[in-house]
C-alpha cells in the first residue's frame, strides 16, 4: 500500500489567494495549514532584507479614539498588496519578496495599531492576524538562508500572534517555539556544522523520491545520513530529526521490514506526543502510517484502534475536510 510521505511537522502554507473583509483587499498569504509535505515555498531569487519587524502586537488598553496612523496605514497596506499581486503577475520574485516584505512591516503596524480600536470587529481582526501569521512563516523560510537573526525575530512575532489567536498551548503556537527555537540552535552553530546541516536537508528531501523510484537502497543510506547529521545537531528528539526517523521507516515499510517499521512508527509517535502534544496532526499522521504496517503485519485490531486515535486527532486539530483526514478514513 503507497504511504503519504510526511517530510516534517511544519506548515504548509496555502496558495490560494484569501479575502481580508476588514480591508478590503485580496491578500495572496492564506492562514497556515498542516499536511504531509513540506512548506510550499515558492521558488526564486532571496529576496533583499527589508526592515526589522516590529514587536508583536501590543497588550495596550483599547481605546475609543481610531489613532490618524490608521488611515496612513491602511493605505500603506494597500499599495503593498498591490505590488504583491503585480510582482505575483509578473513573475517577478525579488520584487514579490520585497513588496512581501514591505507587507508584512505595515500589516505589523496595523495589528498593534488595530487591537487598541473598541469599533473595531473583532472576527476581522482574527482573520487579518491569521492571514498575516502565514504570511510571516512563508518570510521566516525565505529569510533563513539568508538572515537568521531576521528569522528569529519572525518566528517570535509569530509565536506573539499564535498566542494571541490560539492560546499558548496549542498545537500550532508548539510547532513555531520548536522552529524558533531550531533557528536559535542554527545561528550558534559552527560553519561546518551549518554546512552539513545543510546537506541534511539535501539527504532528507531526496528519501522519498528515491523510494518512490524504486532505489531502496539508495532512500535507505539518504535518510540514515540525514538522520545522523540531525540527531547530532538539532538532538534525537527534534521534530525535524523525527521526520526523518519516520521517513526511515517508510523506507524500511516498502522493502518489506515490516517489524523495524513498525518500532520505528512506534518510537516516532511516542516522540511526537511527548515534543508536541498528543493532539498535533503530525502525531495523528504518524498514526495513520503505524496502523497501515500493523495491517500488513495482519495485527487488525490494533491497527484499528490506532487508525481511530488518528482519525480523533485530524478532527479535533484540522477539521474533516482536509485531505490528510479523507485519508486516514479510507484507510480505516
Same mark, same amino acid.
Given at each position: 500500500?503507497?504511504?503519504?510521505? /510526511?517530510?516534517?511537522?511544519?506548515?504548509?502554507?496555502?496558495?490560494?489567494?484569501?479575502?481580508?473583509?476588514?480591508?478590503?483587499?485580496?491578500?495572496?498569504?492564506?492562514?497556515?495549514?498542516?499536511?504531509?509535505?513540506?512548506?510550499?515555498?515558492?521558488?526564486?531569487?532571496?529576496?533583499?532584507?527589508?526592515?526589522?519587524?516590529?514587536?508583536?502586537?501590543?497588550?495596550?488598553?483599547?481605546?475609543?479614539?481610531?489613532?490618524?496612523?490608521?488611515?496612513?496605514?491602511?493605505?500603506?497596506?494597500?499599495?503593498?498588496?498591490?505590488?504583491?499581486?503585480?510582482?505575483?503577475?509578473?513573475?517577478?520574485?525579488?520584487a514579490f519578496w520585497q513588496a512581501a516584505t514591505r507587507l508584512a512591516d505595515v500589516q505589523t503596524r496595523l495589528l498593534q495599531i488595530a487591537e487598541t480600536i473598541l469599533q473595531v470587529d473583532q472576527?476581522e481582526l482574527r482573520e487579518l492576524r491569521d492571514q498575516h501569521v502565514g504570511l510571516l512563516h512563508r518570510l521566516a523560510d525565505r529569510m533563513e538562508p539568508v538572515d537568521l537573526t531576521r528569522c528569529?525575530?519572525?518566528?517570535?512575532?509569530?509565536?506573539?500572534?499564535?498566542?494571541?489567536?490560539?492560546?499558548?498551548?496549542?498545537?500550532?503556537?508548539?510547532?513555531?517555539?520548536?522552529?524558533?527555537?531550531?533557528?536559535?540552535?542554527?545561528?550558534?552553530?559552527?560553519?561546518?556544522?551549518?554546512?552539513?546541516?545543510?546537506?541534511?536537508?539535501?539527504?532528507?528531501?531526496?528519501?522519498?523520491?528515491?523510494?518512490?523510484?524504486?532505489?531502496?537502497?539508495?532512500?535507505?543510506?539518504?535518510?540514515?545520513?540525514?538522520?545522523?547529521?540531525?540527531?547530532?545537531? /538539532?538532538?534525537?528528539?527534534?521534530?525535524?530529526?523525527?521526520?526523518?526517523?519516520?521517513?526511515?521507516?517508510?523506507? /524500511?515499510?516498502?522493502?518489506?521490514?515490516?517489524?523495524?517499521?513498525?518500532?520505528?512508527?512506534?518510537?516516532?509517535?511516542?516522540?511526537?506526543?511527548?515534543? /508536541?502534544?498528543?493532539?498535533?496532526?503530525?502525531?495523528?499522521?504518524?498514526?495513520?502510517?503505524?496502523?497501515?504496517?500493523?495491517?500488513?503485519?495482519?495485527?487488525?485490531?490494533?491497527?484499528?484502534?490506532?487508525?481511530?486515535?488518528?482519525?480523533?486527532?485530524?478532527?479535533?486539530?484540522?477539521?474533516?475536510?482536509?485531505?490528510?483526514?479523507?485519508?486516514?478514513?479510507?484507510?480505516?
Amino acid at each position: 500500500m503507497r504511504r503519504q510521505v /510526511l517530510f516534517c511537522v511544519c506548515y504548509l502554507l496555502s496558495a490560494v489567494v484569501f479575502a481580508s473583509p476588514l480591508w478590503g483587499q485580496d491578500n495572496p498569504f492564506g492562514p497556515p495549514r498542516i499536511s504531509g509535505g513540506a512548506a510550499a515555498i515558492a521558488p526564486g531569487a532571496a529576496p533583499t532584507p527589508g526592515s526589522t519587524p516590529a514587536a508583536p502586537p501590543s497588550d495596550a488598553p483599547p481605546t475609543d479614539a481610531p489613532p490618524p496612523e490608521i488611515t496612513a496605514l491602511v493605505d500603506a497596506r494597500r499599495q503593498a498588496m498591490q505590488a504583491v499581486l503585480a510582482a505575483q503577475a509578473a513573475g517577478n520574485q525579488e520584487a514579490f519578496w520585497q513588496a512581501a516584505t514591505r507587507l508584512a512591516d505595515v500589516q505589523t503596524r496595523l495589528l498593534q495599531i488595530a487591537e487598541t480600536i473598541l469599533q473595531v470587529d473583532q472576527q476581522e481582526l482574527r482573520e487579518l492576524r491569521d492571514q498575516h501569521v502565514g504570511l510571516l512563516h512563508r518570510l521566516a523560510d525565505r529569510m533563513e538562508p539568508v538572515d537568521l537573526t531576521r528569522c528569529e525575530a519572525i518566528w517570535s512575532e509569530s509565536i506573539g500572534h499564535l498566542i494571541k489567536l490560539n492560546g499558548p498551548a496549542h498545537w500550532t503556537t508548539r510547532t513555531a517555539m520548536h522552529e524558533l527555537h531550531r533557528v536559535q540552535v542554527t545561528r550558534r552553530l559552527s560553519d561546518d556544522d551549518r554546512r552539513s546541516l545543510e546537506q541534511a536537508v539535501q539527504w532528507h528531501a531526496q528519501v522519498m523520491p528515491l523510494c518512490d523510484a524504486g532505489s531502496i537502497a539508495a532512500a535507505d543510506a539518504a535518510a540514515r545520513q540525514a538522520w545522523q547529521v540531525r540527531a547530532r545537531i /538539532l538532538g534525537p528528539e527534534n521534530i525535524h530529526t523525527l521526520a526523518t526517523l519516520h521517513n526511515l521507516g517508510l523506507v /524500511l515499510a516498502q522493502a518489506g521490514d515490516l517489524r523495524t517499521s513498525q518500532r520505528l512508527f512506534q518510537d516516532v509517535a511516542r516522540a511526537y506526543e511527548q515534543q /508536541l502534544g498528543a493532539d498535533h496532526p503530525g502525531h495523528a499522521l504518524c498514526l495513520t502510517h503505524l496502523a497501515d504496517t500493523l495491517r500488513e503485519l495482519s495485527q487488525l485490531d490494533e491497527a484499528a484502534r490506532v487508525q481511530r486515535r488518528a482519525l480523533e486527532i485530524l478532527e479535533a486539530s484540522t477539521g474533516k475536510q482536509t485531505v490528510d483526514y479523507a485519508r486516514a478514513l479510507n484507510q480505516l
